[in-house]
């Protein structure tokens, strides 16, 4: 019999935990997250020129983490895109307005463009990025979600290359991309389709921990390529400003 994980536990208060202090010493270019919390754990913030999967099951907080990294941007002089696949652009703002109101502001001074991406064809897809991205000098890009893209092919290796050749289209303009991708509730795997982690440079996962009918929010840095950082999973909250990320506390174990 398969034992339902965390079933019939409760949760305990976060505990706190000696801070991880030491240093990055890699040297590499880094852009700053800009989410209270997630550069701590991610040593700096993301590897300039790097591709991160941002992954999580519906409801986790993927779009909110997204529009945090373009709104920081925007505020730093980078421009960003935020690629929608299946959203409405004015859901999007709507929703994260509550977090941030001067989202508008980015938007209206060019620094922030919602793009609703009609999705006809793999092909047709990939054009309207580039050239949105072109039109913008777009530095900061997010495509939610590419789980998407399996409406376009009907095997997952195709969905791996196109993955991968999206990925290439970003680098190659100097771009640094987060892609969402969705994982169907329930399934303990880091992507729909089983490739996407591969073929992007970092993965953050995004978790609602179910424990006796409650659920508590937490965000793990699976992989990020060429640097240190936090390995476990950190307590995250939705709080009026957005996502905060707390990498100094854990997940407690059960009482
Ligand atoms: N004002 C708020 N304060 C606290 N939590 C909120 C607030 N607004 C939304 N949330 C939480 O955030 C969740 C949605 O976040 P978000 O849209 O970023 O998630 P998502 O992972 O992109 O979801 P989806 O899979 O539907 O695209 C809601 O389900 C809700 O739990
Ligand atoms: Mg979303």
């Known amino acids: 019999m398969v034992e339902k994980k965390n079933a019939g536990q409760k949760i305990a208060a976060p505990v706190r935990l000696e801070k991880d202090d030491k240093p990055d010493t890699s040297g590499i270019k880094r852009m700053q997250f800009g989410v209270e919390g997630l550069d701590e754990a991610l040593k700096g913030g993301i590897p300039e020129g790097d591709i991160t999967l941002l992954t999580g099951t519906s409801g986790t907080g993927k779009t909110t983490l997204a529009m945090q990294f373009l709104a920081y941007g925007a505020r730093h002089g980078q421009k960003g895109i935020y690629f929608t696949l299946e959203e409405s652009a004015n859901d999007i703002i709507q929703q994260f307005s509550v977090f ?83 994982i169907p509730y329930g399934e303990n795997k880091l992507s729909a389709f089983g490739v996407e982690e591969f073929a992007t440079d970092g993965v953050i996962a995004l978790y609602l921990l179910e424990k006796q009918g409650t659920f508590t929010r937490a965000l793990r840095i699976v992989k990020m390529r060429s640097t240190k950082h936090v390995m476990k999973y950190s307590p995250i909250d939705i709080t009026e400003k957005g996502i905060v990320v707390y990498p100094n506390e854990k997940i407690a174990p059960d009482a």
């Open 100 to 182: 941030d109101k001067g989202i508008v502001d980015l938007i209206a001074t060019q620094m922030l463009k919602i793009v609703e991406v009609p999705t006809v064809d793999y092909d047709s897809v990939k054009a309207i990025l580039s050239s949105e991205i072109d039109a913008m000098e777009a530095k900061r890009v997010v495509i939610d979600s590419i789980t998407y893209f399996q409406m376009f092919f009907a095997d997952v290796m195709s969905i791996r290359k196109a993955v991968i050749e999206v990925a290439a289209m970003l680098k190659a303009r100097g771009s640094v991309g987060i892609f969402v991708g969705e």
